[in-house]
């Protein structure tokens, strides 16, 4: 849906809502579609993280594996910013 139409909080919200109204089988449809958006936007900001900063530490990693897709976009602007895995550290503390 993002690739038609990128939603604010409120509409996420509401989205989200709509979703736990579906019928279970409509709402794994759903989430597969929504899951692979995100997998794939986690992966492609792991690796920037990588190659901008290096590795990131176990609790790094474990963090940014729980950002929601709408995080995930954001750390992918604001990671250009970074110097040093500190400041990945910090911008998780801030954003999270």
């Known amino acids: 849906m993002d690739e038609y139409l990128r939603l604010n909080l ?3 919200q509401q989205f989200e809502g709509y979703i736990a109204r579906l019928q279970p089988e409509e709402q794994e449809s759903v989430t597969m579609i929504t899951t692979s958006w995100k997998e794939e936007a986690l992966s492609l900001i792991e690796r920037q993280l990588f190659r901008w900063i290096g590795h990131l530490t176990e ?3 474990a963090q940014v594996q729980q950002l929601t897709l709408s995080q995930l976009e954001q750390l992918g602007e ?3 910013d970074f110097c040093t895995p500190a400041d990945l550290t910090q911008w998780l503390e801030q954003n999270t």
Do not use: F, H, S, V
Request: no cysteine; charged share 20%; hydrophobic share 20%.
């Open 78 to 80: 604001d990671l250009l």
């Open 59 to 61: 609790q790094g990693y």
């Open 10 to 12: 409120p509409e996420q």
